[in-house]
T-cell receptor, first 112, second 112 residues
Framework: GQQLNQSPQSMFIQEGEDVSMNCTSS?????WLWYKQDPGEGPVLLIA?????ELTSNGRLTAQFGITRKDSFLNISASIPSDVGIYFC????????????FGTGTRLQVML | DGGITQSPKYLFRKEGQNVTLSCEQN?????MYWYRQDPGQGLRLIYY???????QKGDIAEGYSVSREKKESFPLTVTSAQKNPTAFYLC???????????FGPGTRLLVL
């Protein structure tokens, strides 16, 4: 099955810095989702995007649905230690037989 | 308190044994899913169920079986035919199959 390409694979940042990550696909999606996973836990939904070009915020997080429908971006502003974890994007085509296709993940580590 | 529960948190299996992982939800969701996660990789879909008494193979169904006799429950059996079962298994549910998925806390399966 297809997996989406996420970059970067991992990143070390200083507390207080802004973070950007992206996700790209060879095919289009009608919904883009961003999840965060803490070690040993299930992913938690952060942001859902339903329309090409849409820009949505959730606190310090902002995500965009790419205009081509083949990519999405997640930004975290003023990072804090609890932002540590793995961030996954997921695309969904839609319809009654729709499945989620997940990205390979971006591991974020914050240095104090 | 609504949500998705998975048990056990850790499970050990001997070579040649079948084991069953539990997933229960009290969100009144119609659709349920099983994913497998390997280190450094995204989530891969094993099986999903759109409604009670129905289920469909995902991308990596070989060596696994499921049942959906009740709306709240979607157990996954890892059979002896699964040659590399050591992984983190995640259950998810959504109101309907094309809607946003929410994840349980996961079960880590280790083969002795």
């Amino acid at each position: 099955g297809q997996q989406l390409n996420q970059s970067p694979q991992s990143m070390f940042i200083q507390e207080g810095e802004d973070v950007s990550m992206n996700c790209t696909s060879s095919s289009i999606f009608n919904t883009w989702l961003w999840y965060k996973q803490d070690p040993g836990e299930g992913p938690v939904l952060l942001i859902a995007l339903y329309k090409a070009g849409e820009l949505t915020s959730n606190g310090r997080l902002t995500a965009q649905f790419g205009i081509t429908r083949k990519d999405s971006f997640l930004n975290i502003s003023a990072s804090i230690p609890s932002d540590v974890g793995i961030y996954f994007c997921a695309g969904q085509l839609g319809g009654t037989a729709s499945k989620l296709t997940f990205g390979t993940g971006t591991r974020l580590q914050v240095m104090l | 308190d609504g949500g998705i529960t998975q048990s056990p948190k850790y499970l050990f299996r001997k070579e040649g044994q079948n084991v069953t992982l539990s997933c229960e939800q009290n969100l009144n969701h119609d659709a349920m899913y099983w994913y497998r996660q390997d280190p450094g990789q995204g989530l891969r879909l094993i099986y999903y169920s759109q409604i009670v008494n129905d289920f469909q193979k995902g991308d990596i169904a070989e060596g696994y079986s499921v049942s959906r006799e009740k709306k709240e429950s979607f157990p996954l059996t890892v059979t002896s035919a699964q040659k590399n079962p050591t992984a983190f298994y995640l259950c998810a549910s959504s109101r309907q199959v094309q809607e946003t998925q929410y994840f349980g806390p996961g079960t880590r399966l280790l083969v002795l």
